[in-house]
């Protein structure tokens, strides 16, 4: 007998780890649960509450408490953005979902394109003023229909005028993607620098990637160096936390 809403969370989780409640289905009712482990239900809306908190579950009306998918996606490291690759074609949205044995098709992507002004970030990034103008190539990514995250490229506008880069056709950009027009156009990527962070969504966010109550989205921001350390490319993604895995193969430092 469970002597407590932490008892009966464990239960549950067991539970969901075991299979016995596999993604997608959903949990029992409330009053089933309170009588099984022979507790009140508030002892069990605090238990539901938990597992939601951890990411386990989320209500959906109607419906229930679902158990949640682990994440279907595999977000490669640094094997994503192999020369080998893109210079061949295979950019890294296009990668993942092979990696992860996804089916994808070009319109999985949408893009806007469009002058901004710099924040305070991308302009540390690009080297240029605060408030100057740059090209933004936003996209939102999707998988079976279902938004994933959003990415934001920013370039210096003599860097990418006139160049598919900022051509607004959904997909990915034919010919190895940005990097490969910048190869084009002189500025082949050498290295690269990736930060990642998670924090709670914004309400826009919230309602872009159609995100479950109480999920984070991790932070990507992302600068692209040519060989002699310019920077040519600043990216921000905002990925919704349950829907990646995120995976680094690397060969350890001396």
Same mark, same amino acid.
């Given at each position: 007998?469970?002597?407590g809403y932490?008892?009966?969370?464990?239960?549950?989780?067991?539970a969901?780890?075991?299979?016995?409640?596999?993604?997608?289905?959903?949990? %029992?009712?409330?009053?089933? =649960? $309170?009588?099984?482990h022979? @507790?009140?239900?508030?002892?069990?809306?605090?238990?539901? &509450?938990q #597992?939601?908190?951890?990411?386990?579950?989320?209500?959906?009306?109607?419906?229930?408490?679902?158990?949640?998918?682990?994440?279907?996606?595999?977000?490669?490291?640094?094997?994503?953005?192999?020369?080998?690759?893109?210079?061949a074609?295979?950019?890294?949205?296009?990668?993942?979902?092979?990696?992860?044995?996804?089916?994808?098709?070009?319109?999985?992507?949408?893009?806007?394109?469009?002058?901004? %002004?710099?924040?305070?970030? =991308? $302009?540390?990034a690009l080297? @240029?003023?605060?408030?100057?103008?740059?090209?933004?190539? &936003?996209? #939102?990514?999707k998988?079976?229909?279902?938004?994933?995250?959003?990415?934001?490229?920013?370039?210096?506008?003599?860097d990418?005028?006139?160049?598919?880069?900022?051509?607004?056709?959904?997909?990915?950009?034919?010919?190895?993607?940005?990097f490969?027009?910048?190869?084009?156009?002189?500025?082949?990527?050498?290295?690269?620098?990736?930060?990642?962070?998670?924090?709670?969504?914004?309400?826009?966010?919230?309602?872009?990637?159609?995100?479950?109550?109480?999920?984070? @989205?991790?932070?990507l921001?992302?600068?692209t160096f040519? &060989?002699?350390?310019?920077?040519?490319?600043?990216?921000?993604?905002?990925?919704?936390?349950?829907?990646?895995?995120?995976?680094?193969t690397?060969?350890?430092?001396?």
């Amino acid at each position: 007998m469970a002597s407590g809403y932490r008892d009966v969370a464990d239960a549950l989780r067991s539970a969901i780890e075991a299979g016995e409640y596999p993604p997608g289905s959903t949990l %029992p009712k409330q009053d089933e =649960i $309170a009588a099984r482990h022979e @507790v009140n239900i508030h002892t069990v809306r605090k238990a539901v &509450a938990q #597992l939601e908190a951890e990411g386990l579950v989320t209500p959906i009306r109607r419906r229930g408490t679902v158990v949640r998918a682990r994440p279907p996606m595999r977000r490669l490291g640094t094997e994503r953005y192999a020369k080998s690759r893109w210079k061949a074609g295979i950019i890294g949205f296009s990668a993942d979902r092979e990696a992860s044995g996804v089916p994808w098709k070009p319109d999985d992507q949408t893009q806007t394109i469009s002058k901004v %002004p710099a924040d305070g970030t =991308i $302009a540390k990034a690009l080297d @240029v003023e605060p408030g100057a103008e740059v090209y933004e190539r &936003a996209r #939102l990514v999707k998988d079976h229909g279902q938004p994933t995250h959003t990415l934001a490229s920013y370039y210096r506008p003599e860097d990418v005028e006139g160049t598919p880069i900022v051509d607004p056709t959904p997909g990915p950009i034919p010919g190895g993607g940005g990097f490969g027009v910048l190869t084009s156009k002189g500025m082949e990527p050498e290295r690269m620098t990736e930060t990642i962070h998670s924090r709670m969504p914004t309400q826009d966010e919230i309602e872009t990637l159609e995100l479950p109550a109480g999920e984070p @989205v991790m932070i990507l921001e992302r600068q692209t160096f040519t &060989a002699d350390g310019r920077c040519v490319e600043f990216a921000r993604g905002v990925h919704a936390a349950s829907r990646f895995s995120w995976t680094y193969t690397f060969q350890i430092p001396d």
